[in-house]
């Protein structure tokens, strides 16, 4: 066949169910206001890391599903979690994006989050402390001890990252949730206190999920100069992509040849504790969190969807607590080489997923996108997407490929296969 | 020897401005050639997200000469860069052999790829803002760089960046 005509263009493509999706997934505003209810404020999110609140008192701001969320860390040195909303008028209290309570502000008194508006203060475990001229306007009928904050489920875990979920009702651990994704990487991570030294953000007219797939899949080598030229071998194309429940996906390491790259070096010396020399291992988390370790750096992508097709993704970068001046230096240029902002792979997926976002915007005809790769599960595989995908369609219970339809009436369903049937049928009439 | 403060400083001014004029028109082998061979980049930024000094690239002049000379082999944005400096301080050294200065920087992006380049094309964005804190030193009438850091205020860079500030 050659180019195709709107009928064709438009057909479900002969693969199976399951093996593409409906790009009003990516672009459906619709949809995305249900994404944030029954997906984002019922999963876990990592939204820091703990190094970013290393003393009493300091705290971090973010949201989360458009929720204002701050994040402290107690005088007991314990890290909570509360809304970032005042709950007498609804005011944002904290609004810069990093902290310490330690020192009073023009509204409010040292050791306290406070609110400028009224000066309403809370204590470091969300309490009511002080509302100005209480009894004067509130007689006996409201008291401090009736409006605390409204707390977050809070866990610190993975190398000290800080995961907080909106959902009281949430009946498993981060580690439930993860159900075993993050295993490959806790013995590096876990072996000794992580630190935090990079930080950016980029925003990117697309879907957040056009980010995560290309985290979730490796056919895009080609584009990416510096992955053909480190990894194209025979070990390189036997990394397994494996999924977990949730949703979660892991991709299987192997050894990078960073020094076939003119001006690059091997990564060896600097390894996370428990990884073989210069491997890459990478965990991408259902709904939109991508940790990925390259031997002597760990980067970690958070997304925060704006809108159907509006994302920000914040890039974080880690190292070992105990680096010496001159060992953090050298880890910050290989976590820069590549994933910096003027790093050589960043910014071409930032450049594709852009691409991407100007075909599949809130006005765009929807399009077939193909997730049809199998070799066996590995690196070139699309399993990863298809198992996210399938997740996706459970929590939603909408059919990626055709999302007006109940998942249940889904990929390998009896009116799925129908429908790829009729479909067939009418490209070839076509 | 006597220095002419006066006269130097300007000479530093204008090589800090060439810089520029051959950044904007990627000529990186003309930009290198205005270095000292000891040379070290840097762009850098302070996070008050994470309350960190941060650096986003780093190198010495073949680590520019190597990564510039790489760019072809990338997928790049084709939309040009245009570095607005004003060179607020120059100072000289007493001995009139080396120099610094500080100078705001801007940068603006023409848009040639865009979101959609049918849209976007020909449109001017602002890119990115900070300062250069430069160092050179001065051999009679020869002045190079020996260090420049790209110090910015922009934390949040979207795609267009893989090319030196």
Known sequence: MSARNHAQWTAAPKLKAGEWVDSRIYSDQAIFEEELQKIWKRSWIPVCHESELKNAYDFRTMTIA??????????????????????????????????????????GTPKHMTCMFHAWQFDMKGRCAYISRCEEGYQKRLRKEDVGLRKLNCEVYFGGFVWVCLDDDIDMTVEQWAAGALDVLSPSLNAEPLEIFHYHKAIIPCNYKLWHDTNCEFYHDYLHYHNRITGFNDAYFARKNSGFKNGHINVGSFEVQYDQYEGFESREALSFPHLPPNHWYMIDMFPGVNFNLRGSALRCDLMTPLAADKVMIEFRGLGLASDTPQQRRTRIDHHNSIWGPFGRNLHEDLLAVTAQGACMHQAAENRRILHGRHENQTIHDENGMRHYYEEWGRWLNRLPSDPDRAFADGAGGRAAVARDAERELALEEA | MSVNYAETKEAVKSLIYQACLYQDDLNWDAWLKLCDADFQYRICAYSPEIQADMIYLSGGLEDMRSLTGMLSKHNSDHSPLRRHCVAYQVTVAEDGRSAESVS???????????????VDAGESRLFLVGRYHDKFSINGGDIKFTERTARLDTRRLDKGSHWPI
């Open chain 1, 66 to 107: 458009r929720e204002p969320v701050i994040v402290v860390r107690g005088n007991d040195m314990k890290v909570r979690a509360f809304l970032n909303v005042c709950p007498h008028r609804g005011n944002m209290i904290e609004r810069r994006p990093s902290g310490s309570f330690k020192r009073g502000t023009p509204s």
């Open chain 2, 104 to 118: 705001s920087v801007t940068v603006f992006q023409t848009q040639l790829d865009g979101i959609n380049s049918h």
